[in-house]
């Protein structure tokens, strides 16, 4: 462990007045990631116009690396955070080969594909849809219900029907390919989360903007296979998704229902507030679900960006990984601590 990382540590307990022990993200887990990202914040007391004269931005899993492309891409033409993250996140709904967000996402166990996002601004402003069906692009959904009514989320007919008289065309969002999954899927109709695998590849995306300023979006079908009517964490401000942007922002994939009963990007960013950095918060965030829940069999997986531009992350078990674009280039995939040594 760097002593810049432990310096961090120390700073944290003594921000929030804590004892010993307060920072309780398992050690002995650290990365060659969290090494590189602690060398990262080495320029965290510059304000972020000059430290990401270019923007930033970061987003789960593989997926996440074409969504930062079109997201820079606005940024770097001076569009906000908000709009890059919409943008950003809008290539992987419509992209039919994903099985987790969007077009082609698995369906629910009745075969209809359901989906849930959610949007936030750097004004404190959301939106969100969920269980909304036949609308290829959720998020945008999500971005007009923020836009366009004193509302914050529609559910199920009502978004669907919004987004209709919003002037968007219906789709069958239920591939060949994901129907013969799902038809496979019936004969035994056996529910079990396969940890990185099988359906928790929800896209997160956020980012700040050469402004300084942050937004973020998060979009998925949600968990493979759900009884009608679930709805996870996605669509959830303050689980999926949220963003404050005087402290950072942070999104999450994996067991929406996990994540649901901690408030999980609420607590990463309130945990900012109080002065801890983005990785000692992801880390927080991931072990209050440990030390609850019996957490052997899913996946959760958490990034953050504070204010500052400093970048962190965390999941339960190995192979959660996110995508970076840092000062206008794109640096790949960053593999991810874990608490669980799995
Ligand atoms: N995190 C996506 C879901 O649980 O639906």
Not at 179 to 206: F, M, R
Request: aromatic share 6%.
């Amino acid at each position: 462990m760097s002593s810049r990382r432990t310096f961090i540590a120390t700073s944290f307990a003594a921000a929030v007045g804590a004892v010993a022990g307060y920072f309780t993200g398992k050690p002995g887990n650290e990365t060659p990631h969290q090494e590189r990202i602690a060398e990262d914040s080495s320029t965290s007391n510059s304000p972020p116009a000059e430290v990401y004269k270019k923007g930033l931005v970061i987003s789960t899993w593989y997926h996440g690396l074409v969504a930062n492309a079109a997201a820079q891409e606005v940024i770097a033409k001076g569009g906000r955070a908000v709009d890059a993250a919409q943008q950003g996140v809008m290539i992987v709904e419509e992209d039919p080969t994903g099985t987790s967000v969007g077009l082609g996402g698995a369906p629910d166990r009745e075969g209809k594909v359901t989906l849930d996002a959610c949007i936030m601004d750097d004004k404190g402003n959301a939106g969100a849809v969920c269980f909304m069906e036949d609308i290829l692009h959720p998020i945008s959904v999500a971005r007009k219900v923020m836009d366009d009514t004193p509302h914050v989320m529609l559910a199920g007919e009502g978004a669907r029907q919004f987004a209709i008289e919003s002037g968007m065309d219906t789709v069958n969002l239920l591939t060949p390919e994901s129907k013969l999954l799902w038809e496979e899927w019936l004969v035994t109709s056996q529910y079990k989360p396969i940890i990185n695998v099988e359906n928790h590849d929800t896209i997160g995306l956020v980012a700040i903007d050469l402004e300084g300023n942050l937004g973020g979006a998060c979009t998925t079908s949600g968990l493979g296979y759900k009884m009608r009517g679930r709805v996870g964490d996605s669509p959830i401000i303050g689980a999926g998704l949220y963003v404050d942007n005087e402290v950072g922002a942070a999104t999450a994939t994996g067991l929406g229902e996990a994540v649901m009963k901690t408030c999980g990007t609420f607590l990463i960013v309130e945990l900012m507030r109080q002065g801890a950095s983005p990785q000692e918060a992801c880390e927080e965030a991931v072990t209050r679900i440990c030390e609850k829940q019996d957490y052997a069999d899913f996946q959760i997986g958490y990034i953050a960006v504070n204010k500052a531009g400093e970048v962190g992350s965390y999941a339960i078990h190995k192979g959660f990984n996110y995508a970076i674009t840092k000062d206008g280039k794109d640096l790949g995939m960053v593999n991810v601590g874990s608490y669980s040594s799995d």
